[in-house]
């Protein structure tokens, strides 16, 4: 390959068969095939393409006979002319060409097309990726809603969305992240409905991103969010396109990385993750019901373990009479104290949860309820544990459970350890002393700017209600004002 440098100071390259060879020496999925189109010279084409992301069947069957038919009729320099004959549609290739750039597009399905006499130099798509097909998400159970799903291809994630928006306001950008992955990343928004400024933060942060290797959605949030140390999650994720096209219509952002099936929603407050995909499908009494359940599930997860060890331990007579004494009766003969007891159970309980997660979904949750079972009757029947404890313990699983976002489960449980030892050892004013901490802690905590207990604080009377409740579709007329868009009648469209 020869370089030389234009008048920007910048290499040029004049691609050839052996600079082509010698880019791709180490690489044997990438074919570098040649051919003769025909008895008169010069007639020899280069193939460059990779075997395993291309179909390979178009080439023999398609390609090479319409360039054996070009030769014989109008010869292989016509292509200058447009870069299009027939069904073949080449592009051709600027000289100055960058090897990454090459390599994307030989990884990215493309075939390169090298006519080695005239050093010309063309590309067409022919990928065929591996991949799957839209089904059903395994994280967002469907009941009434849509059984398709998004899946590891970028594009394909982008027409799930498109197949729901059919409409040019919706915009999608697409960079490349990643120096040596070379990932492809989508944004996704409203232009005439988001907030220009979350817009225009979003894209810087994306543009300031520079790392080896992009492939988990959790490093991309890491890298996007407001702060980098914190304990809940900043942006939402989903694997559902509805969810995705209710987000945006509420003025939120979207951000597709290739390679994974969730995608990544912003901005995100906690009353964005209580919300389920499924809300959209029922009714508003059941779905408030359903709300409620959820925001009482969330507090009895965090605080009760913290607050039975409180008032079992140092204030016993803030429970009623008949309650203390059942519990001091259960606790008669056991090696441990309340404290300890608990928490060997709150131990428990995580490792039964870590240990269905890494199983088989049927297998993971068969395994979680009827280890629990058999362990916390065979823990009371030995004498290790009282049933008040195990009670406690199986009421603070199954109320996790019902958050629907899972890394706000992962924030709660670690909340709730915490929570759980300083109760342990300054009994009910430390259980006080760590929500008004916890609280502290949330209401500084920013999305792309927005207040993380957004509408509760800031407060806003408008949002209140909407963020707890749902409302029918018909008394919906405006999207949230925590996002400050610059569209706020919704016309009943989107709850946000």
């Known amino acids: 390959m020869t370089e030389h440098y234009n008048k920007n100071n910048h290499p040029v390259h004049n691609w050839d068969r052996d600079s082509l060879k010698a880019l791709f020496a180490r690489t044997a999925d990438v074919d570098i095939a ?37 030769e014989a009729t109008k010869g292989l320099d016509t292509l200058h002319e447009g870069g299009f004959y027939g069904p073949l549609p080449m592009t051709s290739v600027n000289p100055s060409a960058s090897p990454a750039q090459i390599s994307e597009w030989i990884f990215d399905g493309c075939l390169l097309l090298l006519i080695p006499h005239t050093k010309a130099l063309f590309r067409m798509n022919i990928g065929h990726r591996p991949e799957r097909n839209p089904e059903e998400s395994t994280t967002e159970i469907t009941i009434k809603g849509p059984k398709d799903g998004f899946i590891e291809d970028l594009m394909t994630n982008v027409a799930l969305i498109r197949k729901r928006v059919r409409s040019e306001a919706l915009s999608c950008d697409i960079s490349v992240l990643g120096k040596r992955t070379r990932t492809k990343v989508a944004l996704l928004y409203f232009e005439d409905i988001i907030n220009p400024r979350i817009l225009s933060e979003v894209k810087k942060r994306l543009q300031q991103i520079e790392v080896d290797g992009l492939y988990s959605i959790n490093q991309l949030e890491e890298m996007l969010v407001d702060q980098k140390l914190t304990l809940f999650p900043l942006l939402d994720f989903t694997g559902r396109p509805d969810k995705t096209v209710s987000s945006l219509l509420a003025g939120r952002f979207v951000i597709i990385l290739d390679g994974n099936p969730m995608v990544l929603i912003g901005p995100g407050n906690l009353s964005l993750l209580l919300k389920s995909p499924e809300d959209l499908y029922f009714s508003y009494q059941y779905i408030s019901f359903a709300r409620l359940i959820r925001l009482l599930s969330l507090f009895i997860s965090m605080l009760l373990p913290g607050a039975w060890v409180a008032l079992s331990s140092f204030h016993p007579d803030q429970l009623p009479f008949r309650l203390m004494a059942t519990v001091a009766s259960g606790r008669i003969g056991l090696p441990f104290s309340g404290q300890v007891e608990l928490f060997i159970l709150l131990v428990l309980l995580e490792i039964f949860r870590e240990a269905g997660l890494r199983l088989p979904s049927s297998i993971g949750q ?59 050892f300054m009994g009910m004013y430390g259980l006080l002393l760590g929500i008004v901490l916890v609280l502290g802690y949330m209401s500084r905590l920013r999305s792309f700017g927005v207040p993380y207990l957004a509408p509760l604080s800031p407060f806003n009377s408008a949002d209140i209600l909407k963020s707890v409740l749902r409302f029918p579709w018909v008394w919906m007329k405006r999207r949230p004002a925590t996002l400050r868009v610059t569209d706020p009648d919704s016309k009943g469209e989107t709850e946000g």
């Not at 020899?44 to 178009?58: A, F, P």
């Open 34 to 70: 040649s051919f003769q189109l025909s008895d008169q010279a010069p007639s020899e084409v280069v193939l460059v393409y990779s075997s395993g992301l291309c179909n390979v069947g178009e080439i023999s069957q398609t390609i090479l006979p319409e360039l054996e038919k070009l």
């Open 366 to 424: 068969t395994l979680t309820v009827v280890g629990g079972l058999i362990i916390g009757d065979a823990a009371i029947r030995a004498g290790l544990v009282s049933p008040s404890v195990v009670v406690v313990g199986a009421v603070t699983a199954v109320t996790s459970v019902t958050l629907v976002n899972q890394s706000l489960s992962g924030s709660v449980s670690v909340i709730r350890i915490g929570l759980f030892f300083i109760s342990a």
